[in-house]
């Protein structure tokens, strides 16, 4: 195969594995389409809302839902397991893809601090922390999935990536973040009550248990890693019942220091793969579950504004990124919508942690 077959091959799996782990059902897996480019705006939204409002065959699509409960159809549980066989049913990693966009769109990334903290919520196999860690050699990446055999794939993955170092700088954790807590060695009370308070902290016997439990990311005199720069939720709230979305960003809030960032992308409202489902695919409004139980949900910008708002973020960026592009065998177009938003936790933010 020469290159530009080799890359359109990419770009297909790339896709394939979006859209099986991440987007609509794709009719065909070896369509070829491109990667989203970097803050595009190819079309407006409001022109495609329009049109497809306008077509009886999309209708169902924006009817009220009456189907079963998405809180019942799509519980924590069921909608975990199914990422869990989904990653074990993939298991050799092959699709697995840099997400370079990011550092684009998200430029505080490579531009952060010396030794920022990045927390990347369901990190599947490790498309985002890999291209995090190769853009600035002092970050360090903390990265939780539901799925075990998606973690040691990131970790064999990033491990086996020429040009990053990871000792020290990657730390995968199993969690299920739609109910789980975070754990106390990300970014614990005390260390939250005693910021810019000096060290009273360093004196709770219990930051000495979690010391010796994590030696390797606690520095001589902390209790703990001190919470997260960054937050980054990529394609992952989708993935989440939306019914569970409010208490997953309010974890992901807790660990965050007073003024980081959250990054957000995900699959914004009318985005191809939506079109896709079926009628008998929705299981709430705007919400659908693949035919391997995964879900997927398509987020309006202020459905976004909401959610975020409510766990007590400034809004700072927030817009559709629409990006047309063409099958190169059909000719079709396909329209593609994501949602770019990046949000701040207020410095003197209280936390309810
Ligand atoms: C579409 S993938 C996105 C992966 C990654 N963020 C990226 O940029 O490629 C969604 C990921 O979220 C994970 N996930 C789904 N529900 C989760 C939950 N409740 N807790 C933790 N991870 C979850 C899935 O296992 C999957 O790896």
Redesign the pocket.
């Known amino acids: 195969m020469d290159l530009a077959g080799l890359e359109t091959r990419r770009g297909a799996l790339s896709m394939e594995v979006q859209e099986a782990?991440?987007g609509g059902e794709l009719g065909s897996a070896g369509e070829a389409e491109v990667e989203a480019e970097y803050h595009s705006r190819d079309f407006e939204w409001e022109d495609l809302e329009a049109e497809v409002e306008a077509d009886p065959a999309f209708s169902y699509h924006l009817s009220p839902f009456s189907g079963q409960a998405a809180g019942t159809a799509s519980s924590?549980q069921h909608?975990?397991e199914a990422?869990r066989c989904f990653?074990r049913r993939h298991a050799s990693g092959k699709f697995f893809k840099e997400?370079r966009y990011l550092l684009k769109e998200f430029p505080e990334l490579p531009n952060s601090e010396d030794c920022a903290k990045i927390l990347?919520v369901?990190?599947?196999n490790g498309?985002?922390a890999v291209s995090i860690l190769r853009s600035n050699e002092s970050i360090r990446v903390f990265a939780?999935?539901?799925?075990k055999d998606?973690l040691e794939k990131a970790n064999e993955i990033i491990s086996n990536t020429k040009g990053i170092d990871i000792k020290d700088r990657f730390q995968p954790f199993l969690?299920?973040?739609?109910k789980e807590n975070f754990p106390d060695w990300l970014f614990c009370k005390a260390c939250q009550s005693s910021l810019g308070k000096a060290t009273e902290f360093i004196l709770d016997p219990s930051h000495h248990k979690l010391r010796k439990e994590h030696p390797v990311f606690l520095g001589e005199n902390q209790c703990c890693v001190g919470g997260m720069d960054f937050v980054t939720m990529?394609?992952?709230l989708s993935?989440?019942p939306f019914t569970l979305m409010p208490t997953t960003i309010e974890q992901c809030v807790s660990v965050l220091k007073p003024g980081g960032l959250l990054l957000f992308r995900d699959y914004g409202l009318y985005d191809m793969t939506m079109l896709r489902f079926l009628p008998h695919q929705r299981v709430g409004f705007r919400e659908y579950m693949r035919s391997d139980g995964t879900l997927s949900y398509f987020f309006t910008l202020d459905t976004v504004r909401e959610l975020f708002h409510a766990a007590g973020l400034i809004e700072l960026e927030l817009e559709y990124c629409c990006v047309k592009s063409v099958n190169r065998k059909s000719g079709k177009k396909m329209q593609r919508v994501w949602v770019h938003g990046k949000f701040k936790k207020e410095k003197h933010q209280a936390d309810a942690r």
């Not at 969690?175 to 739609?178: I, L, N, R």
């Open positions: 782990g991440g924590p909608s975990s990422w990653h997400r990347e369901g990190c599947g498309s985002t939780c999935d539901c799925s998606t969690m299920d973040v739609s990529i394609f992952t993935a989440i």
